[in-house]
């Protein structure tokens, strides 16, 4: 596989790179290839690399104390993955991380990260920035995760997904995939959501959906 994307990484842009493999050679980093289904990175794992997904993409999950399965996010490549926690004082994944599909990882040393940041502003500006975005997304998925209400938890992601617009928008993903996101049982997800197609607050075409009613569907949130 090639790893022609890790220059096209969020927190590689900008670095100047005139030979890639010379780069990653220096920085000592490793780089292989995961089949489909396999675990890369483990609930409870240090973080004693960056994991960068240069092919293909990988699911994040949690598994709560009471032994449920809880989907944080899908990533596809080029993306750091765990950067946020490299740098913690319990710098522990929080996630399991699975290929979807065949990928490749280039890990790079914690150390040589270090040296990176402190030889290139750059690299270093990259790596801020993308890690306060990450933070806001974490931030972002713990609210939608606490509110108590399927049709609650639906209400605040359609509105993020509309961005207060009334047009027709996709979500490219099932409602199997949906519930799975939620957190929440399949067969409650979809009575709940035929609950708010029926009380004209939303329209849903397989994935296209279209807020009707934005003050009805704002109530939902409380």
């Known amino acids: 596989m090639k790893h022609s994307d890790f220059q096209s990484c969020p927190v590689c842009g900008n670095l100047n790179i005139l030979d890639e493999e010379a780069f990653l050679d220096d920085l000592k980093c490793t780089i292989r290839a995961y089949p489909k289904n396999q675990l890369i990175i483990r609930q409870g794992e240090v973080c004693d690399a960056l994991y960068i997904l240069t092919v293909g993409s990988v699911k994040t999950e949690i598994i709560t104390e009471n032994g449920n399965l809880v989907s944080i996010e899908t990533i596809e490549a080029p993306r750091p993955l765990v950067s946020e926690f490299l740098f913690s004082d319990n710098n522990q994944s929080p996630v399991n991380v699975t290929a979807l599909e065949e990928v490749e990882i280039i890990k790079i040393p914690k150390s040589e990260i270090v040296r990176l940041m402190m030889s290139n502003p750059h690299f270093m500006q990259n790596y801020l920035t993308h890690n306060a975005n990450r933070t806001q997304f974490l931030t972002n998925r713990l609210q939608l995760l606490s509110i108590k209400t399927i049709k609650g938890k639906l209400a605040h ?51 296209e959906y279209q807020i009707l009613d934005f003050d009805k569907l704002k109530e939902l949130l409380v």
């Open 157 to 207: 992601y359609l509105l993020e997904q509309a961005q207060g617009s009334l047009k027709p928008f996709v979500i490219n993903k099932s409602q199997g995939e949906l519930a799975e996101f939620f957190a929440v049982a399949r067969p409650s997800f979809a009575r709940s959501l035929s609950e708010m197609i029926h009380d004209g607050i939303i329209r849903v075409t397989r994935r």
